[in-house]
């Protein structure tokens, strides 16, 4: 076959090609529209399916709700639904793993040490035991109770251990360490002291005095002294009746009260102070009569040769002046002279005289 008939033979083929799928496509087409029916033709039916149900359901719930009128005519009953509690949400705590802690001996005992004095101090510091309720003094002559109480500072109800102080030995004395020593230093009547806690409530003071020997003139009045020649107090000189005994004839340097007098006859005052020692041991001995010869001594006075002149009181009140020569046999002198005195030895005595006591024989002379 040539060409040309090639050439119409394909173009033959081809038109068949283009008929056939004219024909064709028709159908697709009206094959979908059918389908599209068919699916309209369901989905109403549906529809009708669902609106009979909910017909049907309408109608139902309007004969309950007419079921429920007719039962309403009777009297309806109020329930309160109490609202259920919220459930509790639990919070747990991240656990954590803590090391473990051995304690060896010594740290278990100084736990227990340490527990241990927490527990004696919050004690001490709220039980009424530690409270003043007592005080008790004793030693004390010449300063009275109350003197000594405004001078250590207690008050009642006031907590014991407030005072405690001073030194080691103090704290664990429970004494008033401190106060002691500030009561010593302002008040030279107090040669010592000693303030210390009693439980329970109680404060015991035991207190040393000074005694007062003598008294001496001073430009402004005169001095009281003891026999170490500390000034005790100082007095003016309206209190001249009441001041005795005095020691006469002392030249002073400087006179301060609770410090050593400065006398520039320092022996004189020394041999004052043995007689004057001298009258209170024989008072201490004897026996027998209420005469006190040291209360009834006037003055002690030493001249510049050596005689000692001693001014006595005797128990009728006659002024006896007794001359002694030095203080070697002093205390047997005085003894002697206590004794005489209560053996009415100067009864008879009817002025104010003079007893010489210098030689072997002792002599009395009436003014």
Sequence with gaps: MDDNELDKLFGDLEDDA??????????????????????????????????????QETSAEGEKEEEKAEVSDEPKKVIKKTPKPAPKKEFKLPEI????????????????????????VCLVAFLPAFRLRNVKIEGNVVLSDEEILAMTGL???????????GNLWDLICLNYGNTERKIKETNPYVE?????????????????????????KTPDGYAALDRNGLVLELESSDNAPHVRPLICGMQLDSINLGSVVSIKNKNDYNK?????????????????????????????RILPSGYIFLTIYSPSGNLIQIKLSDTEDINDDMAWLLYA???????????????????????????
């Design 18 to 55: 283009k008929e056939d799928a004219e024909v064709t496509e028709p159908d697709k087409d009206s094959a979908s529209s059918d389908d599209k029916e068919d699916i309209k033709e369901k989905d109403s039916k549906e529809a009708g399916t669902e609106e009979e149900e909910s017909q």
């Design 97 to 120: 793993d803590l090391p473990e802690i051995h304690l060896s001996s010594p740290a278990i005992l100084a736990i227990s040490l340490a527990s241990l004095i927490i527990l004696i």
């Design 155 to 165: 008050e009642y109800d006031k907590h014991l251990m407030s005072g405690v102080s």
């Design 192 to 216: 010592d002291i000693t303030i210390s806690i009693r439980i329970p409530s109680t404060v015991y003071i035991k207190v040393k005095e000074r005694s007062k020997i003598a008294y001496i």
């Design 272 to 300: 004052a102070i043995i007689v004057l020692g001298a009258i209170l041991a024989a008072d201490n001995a004897s026996v027998s009569g209420d005469y006190n010869m040291f209360d009834h001594t006037e003055e002690v």
């Design 341 to 367: 005195i209560n053996a009415n030895a100067f009864d008879k005595v009817t002025g104010d005289g003079a007893l010489d006591m210098t030689g072997d024989e002792y002599i009395y002379d009436e003014y």
